[in-house]
């Protein structure tokens, strides 16, 4: 136990290999000045100590106001060092924000006290201390509901946010961390290079048992990771709770079951629209009535749901109703978007006329728009 | 710089002696009242250091509280909302209650009048004014804190304070809200005080350095306090409508609100306030090392002009505490590069301390081991903050241990050094006695020792990982824990040997001369120790720079070793 900490952590991912190259950088060059300084100090004090001890009062010493160069040297030289930090730092912190364009995305909602992960292939897990008996059981072999299971060298994104307040995703295996903030999305990416089991902390404090928002993550080879994603290995051998999940499809998959559950179906559909079509629309550029457009990106596609009234298509009328946290969960909004992301030409399902409203579905009358009789493209 | 500047007006020449103001301060009235509704300065001085002793007190028993805890990877002694509640408790009474007034209330009040040369501050009236809001402020912050205290921790973000607490948010966020008011009352005065009451010949060369780092702290004071207010008024204002059932959504989310809004308001003020912190105790190290080593200081200008370079760019940098919560790439940048210009004049203090040494005749009485402590642990802490203005490097050790040892190094190793070396060396020109040689001596050093101990190890911990507020941890963690915590319990002895002869001081001291360090500054120079109400007989008129120590001569012009 002791050697674990008085030992370096573990580096496993590659924003490590370059945060811990940069912070040995800068403790190199603190080191040197730092002992400079004390060196300066301690031998100023031994060597010019009063040669009467304690005795105070006048005592012949040189009147030295200053030196122009000295100043200019120790202004100039810290911060040259102190800009090379900076673009060091920078470089890294601009690797934090691109990942690459393949890496598939993973979603983490927190939430007071628990980490939920989904997985575009639709396996979730939920991480966090039982918080029933955590006082035998955190810090010690802690009893985790869950674990984050990651592929070794291949890059994932994840993208998170929070259903209460702030918490922060954190991995010291992988030097990283992001705060995860409410009513927004956050995004970094891990690429880790080293199979085995780290740490996951909630590094921003969030309450009562934010110390319990904690988990692990174990780094697999590829095989294994597929096989986790399809359900048939767990990291405990099956023992464990929530491990090894039964699939039950895609996100993709699970989003489109709430696409005709929420009753979206009812206006994005093809046989009688009243609202634009959502079919390959990700990534395209989406002009609107009050003359401005923008790309449809993640961060549209989620507005678009949670208040449809920010931005109205040209050519359609403002009916769609706000779908807030209390009708669609950040999790389901997740699905939703990465179904509609996934939406291929004729993807879309076939309305019947006859659609009986599933249980659960918004029951408020739809407001009956100008368009209400198909108001298509003009 | 060397024009002198001649007005009569603010320290007013008494030619008739006034029977009233000529006997020790300590002496003009000794009824509760005298002090209660005293308007000397250096009275409310004292009503500062009694209370500030009292909150320190407070504050460290709660960090006692912290360290005991932590003792065990589940938690020694206390459950995790005690903790949570603990924390933030110690975090609020050490900022709120002891930095921020701390220097300035003792020592910007009772010194910085008699190092211009005045009589009293410019304003005496707001000057207890400040005092009394301070209280009232105070008063209400430890009433939430004793009636349920808070859990939010003492950067009361939203929408957790606003939404998840079960704290007594409003009325702890009312109280520190009334405290802002007395900074801005104490910053004013003393701004006022050093533009208008210095006495003939005390210019802005010849001002003591601790003089300059009480204005520049007085600056930030003056302009970042207000926007502390609108943060704490809006967070209040969405607190209390959430209780009431009709919520007025400003930080969060689910009311439409932007907690990063509070974010960044939060530490418009909160980062000059660490200026706040630690600018005083600056100006106290310039003021020990150059009596103790009988130099000038070296660089005169450039110490005095980067405190007042590190108050204007302390204000463009507030957005380092805030890397990874979600603000732009741009922004970050922007951020980063700022922060790494603010380091420069720190780091330019440090060089010309050190070579004010230089072939001087040092003595090591206990302010000079706590002059020398705070360079050596200010260093640390401000070196390491390299790693967290660094973007890349801040990405991994922010919100760990790595941030608490960072911060306790430079507040804790830099203002509490500083603040007692101030207690140390002022001592006899305040109470007129001397306290222990020796023990002062083995108390400054248990308490270097001490700190070093309890946040050392906690750089290590965050470097691995251990976030901050954890009550309970992996146990791997719990080796550094219990070190941290042994440091505590030398640090927890030091306090305890410095409270006990200071007090002994009173009884048992022997009477200190004028001037027992044969120092320079005005302040040594009234003829009686402790000073007369007014100050000084006769108007002093300055004649030389504040550290002619090579020269042997005060700054009006006396042999400084004349006892």
């Known amino acids: 136990m002791i050697l674990q900490t008085t030992m370096l952590p573990p580096q496993a991912s590659e924003i490590a290999w370059h945060v811990d190259n940069l912070i040995w950088f800068i403790s190199a060059v603190c080191g040197i000045t730092g002992l400079g300084v004390y060196g300066a100090l301690l031998y100023f004090c031994i060597v010019y100590r009063r040669k009467v001890p304690n005795q105070l009062g006048y005592a012949p010493t040189p009147r030295i106001l200053g030196s122009h160069k000295m100043e200019l040297a120790w202004t100039v030289i810290p911060l040259v060092l102190f800009l090379g930090f900076f673009a060091w730092g920078a470089w890294i912190y601009n690797m934090c924000f691109h990942e690459p364009p393949d890496a598939p995305e993973i979603y983490i909602v927190g939430k007071q006290w628990m980490w939920k992960i989904q997985y575009p292939e639709g396996q979730r897990v939920i991480l966090g201390q039982n918080s029933l008996d955590y006082s035998k059981t955190v810090g010690g072999e802690g009893y985790f509901e869950g674990v984050m299971v990651l592929p070794v060298n291949r890059p994932v994104k994840i993208i998170t946010t929070s259903e209460d307040v702030i918490h922060d995703f954190g991995i010291p295996a992988f030097r990283q961390k992001i705060d995860v903030v409410p009513g927004r999305y956050t995004s970094t990416w891990y690429l880790p290079t080293k199979t085995g089991t780290y740490d996951v902390f909630c590094d921003q404090y969030c309450g009562t048992n934010h110390s319990l928002m904690v988990g692990k993550v174990v780094v697999v080879d590829g095989d294994t990771y597929t096989k986790w994603l399809a359900g048939t290995w767990s990291p405990d051998g099956g023992q464990g709770h929530g491990n090894r999940n039964a699939v039950d499809g895609s996100m993709a998959h699970q989003g489109r079951q709430l696409f005709m559950k929420l009753n979206c179906i009812q206006c994005h559909n093809t046989q009688n629209p009243r609202a634009p079509v959502l079919e390959e629309i990700f990534g395209t550029r989406r002009q609107f009535k009050d003359g401005t457009s923008v790309i449809a990106d993640d961060e549209y596609l989620r507005e678009s749901i949670r208040k449809p009234r920010a931005k109205v298509r040209e050519g359609w009328e403002a009916i769609m109703p706000h779908f807030g946290t209390d009708k669609v969960s950040p999790e389901d909004l997740n699905k939703v978007v990465a179904y509609i992301k996934s939406l291929k030409k004729g993807d879309t399902p076939v309305r019947t006329e006859d659609w009986v409203p599933p249980v659960g579905a918004p029951t408020e009358e739809r407001p009956q728009g100008k368009s209400s009789e198909g108001g298509g493209p003009k | ?563």
């Open chain 2, 1 to 563: 710089m060397s024009t002198t500047i001649e007005h009569e007006t603010g320290a007013p020449h008494h030619a008739e002696p006034h029977a009233a103001g000529h006997v020790s301060y300590l002496k003009d009235g000794y009824s509760i009242w005298s002090w209660l509704f005293t308007v000397d300065h250096k009275r409310i001085g004292i009503l500062y250091l009694i209370m500030l002793t009292l909150f320190f007190a407070v504050g460290g028993a709660l960090a006692g509280l912290v360290r005991l805890n932590l003792i065990t990877p589940s938690g020694m002694i206390l459950e995790n909302d005690q903790y949570n509640k603990t924390f933030t408790a110690h975090g609020v009474v050490m900022l709120f209650l002891f930095l921020i007034p701390s220097i300035p209330g003792v020592f910007g009040n009772f010194f910085v009048p008699i190092m211009v040369g005045a009589k009293d501050m410019a304003f005496p009236k707001l000057n207890i004014a400040s005092w009394y809001v301070w209280m009232l402020g105070a008063g209400f912050a430890v009433l939430a804190l004793l009636t349920g205290g808070l859990d939010t921790g003492w950067t009361l973000y939203p929408p957790y304070s606003t939404r998840s607490s079960h704290g007594n948010v409003v009325t702890g966020v009312f109280g520190v809200f009334i405290t802002g008011f007395s900074s801005i009352m104490t910053g004013l005065n003393i701004i006022v005080t050093i533009h208008r009451m210095r006495a003939p010949g005390m210019t802005w060369g010849r001002l003591p350095l601790f003089c300059w780092a009480m204005y520049a702290t007085s600056l930030i004071q003056l302009l970042a306090t207000p926007v502390l207010a609108i943060a704490l008024l809006l967070l209040m204002i969405e607190s209390a409508s959430n209780a009431l059932g009709v919520p007025v959504g400003i930080f969060d989310p689910a009311l439409d609100g932007d907690p990063v809004l509070f974010q960044h308001l939060f530490w418009f003020y909160s980062h000059p306030a660490v200026y706040i912190m630690i600018l005083p105790g600056m100006g106290v190290v310039s003021e020990l090392l150059t009596c103790f080593s009988r130099k000038n200081i070296f660089g005169y200008t450039a110490v005095a002009w980067s405190s007042v370079g590190i108050a204007i760019v302390g204000f463009l940098v507030w957005a380092h505490h805030m890397f990874v919560a979600g603000i732009s790439y741009y922004a970050a940048l922007l951020f980063s590069l700022l922060s790494m210009f603010v380091a420069v004049p720190s780091a330019i203090k440090v060089f010309n301390w050190v070579s004010t040494l230089y072939r001087g005749a040092i003595s090591f009485q206990a302010p000079m081991i706590f002059g020398l402590g705070f360079i050596v642990l200010f260093t640390i802490g401000g070196l390491t903050g390299l790693y967290l203005a660094t973007l890349g490097s801040d990405i991994h050790l922010h919100d760990t241990y790595f941030i608490v040892a960072h911060f306790h190094f430079v507040m804790v190793g830099g203002m509490v050094l500083a603040y007692l070396g101030a207690v140390h060396y002022w001592w006899p020109k305040m109470f007129g006695v001397m306290y222990s040689d020796f023990w002062s001596r083995i108390g400054a050093v248990l308490i270097i020792t001490g700190y070093t101990l309890t946040f050392m190890p906690q750089f290590w911990l965050g470097y691995h990982g251990m976030p901050r507020r954890y009550p309970n941890y992996p146990a791997q963690f719990q080796f550094l824990n219990v070190m941290s915590t042994a440091g505590y319990t030398v640090q927890l002895a030091g306090f305890l040997l410095i409270h006990t002869y200071l007090i002994l001081s009173f009884f048992t001291g022997k009477k200190a001369g004028p001037n027992p360090w044969a120092a320079t500054g005005l302040e040594w120079a009234p003829t009686e120790s402790p000073p007369i109400t007014h100050n000084f007989d006769t108007t002093p008129r300055v004649v030389a720079g504040p550290y002619e120590y090579s020269l042997n001569l005060t700054q009006t012009g006396e042999k400084a070793d004349v006892r």
